[in-house]
């Protein structure tokens, strides 16, 4: 059962246009949520976080949005570069509890 | 450049063969985990550390033996390896103990294992 499901495998931006990746989630107990980053040959880089009592966090121009209601979150990346060009996990994990990861989904960001 | 550092980079081994993967950091992270990726899969967690006292075996089988000389180390010993354990072995740390709130995973670039 994925617990953490991100039902985009591939998606494909022009430079300079935001990049939306979308992750959904069925354990209501999950209350702390992070994107990363990963590289082929290289291991997965975190990004960036949001717990469970926000709607929204900012870093420079990633920007992830948390929907308890719809159980939905989102990382907004705002000019997208060609160096975004990865493959995107969504996490999240329980107080006290193991990271679950999803699919994740492979951005390639087009000069 | 990562902060954890996990050598060797690739490994390819026999089914007979004893080998160990290591890993090190030096951010005075108290967590260290061990998680395995296949190609186009998410990683998958084997075991954690918190404390340097095993936390966390995710019913991994025993040819994997995981050791936590200190809060600095994580080894994993290999043997008796089967060709479906080929995957990327990564190590990642975090700051609080395992599952502390708001405490990120920061992974290595991971070891390349080829059992064959």
């Known amino acids: 059962d994925q617990q953490v499901k991100q039902n985009s495998p591939s998606l494909s931006v022009q430079e300079g246009r935001i990049s939306i990746l979308n992750c959904d989630y069925t354990?209501?107990?999950?209350?702390?949520f992070l994107w990363y980053k990963k590289y082929p040959a290289e291991g997965p880089t975190f990004l960036i976080s949001i717990s469970s009592i926000k709607d929204k966090n900012e870093d420079g121009r990633f920007t992830v949005f948390l929907n308890k209601s719809a159980k939905h979150l989102s990382l907004h990346i705002v000019p997208s570069q060609p160096g975004d060009s990865a493959v995107y996990f969504c996490a999240a994990s329980e107080v006290g509890g193991k990271l679950i990861f999803g699919q994740g989904t492979t951005l390639q960001v087009k000069p | 450049d990562t902060e954890v550092t996990q050598t060797p980079k690739h490994l390819v081994m026999g089914m007979t063969n004893k080998k160990s993967l290591k890993c090190e950091q030096h951010m005075g992270h108290r967590a260290m985990y061990w998680y395995k990726q296949k190609a186009k899969k998410p990683p998958e967690l084997m075991f954690v550390?918190?404390?340097?006292?095993?936390?966390i075996n995710e019913s991994v089988p025993s040819r994997f033996s995981p050791e936590c000389p200190n809060s600095s180390l994580l080894n994993l010993h290999l043997h008796a390896l089967q060709p479906e354990d080929s995957a990327l072995y990564l190590c990642?740390?975090?700051?609080?103990?395992?599952?502390?709130?708001?405490?990120?995973?920061?992974f290595g670039n991971g070891t390349r294992l080829t059992v064959t």
């Open positions: 550390y918190s404390y340097e006292k095993l936390s």
């Open positions: 354990n209501s107990m999950f209350d702390y």
């Open positions: 990642a740390s975090s700051q609080g103990g395992a599952g502390s709130y708001n405490s990120p995973l920061h």
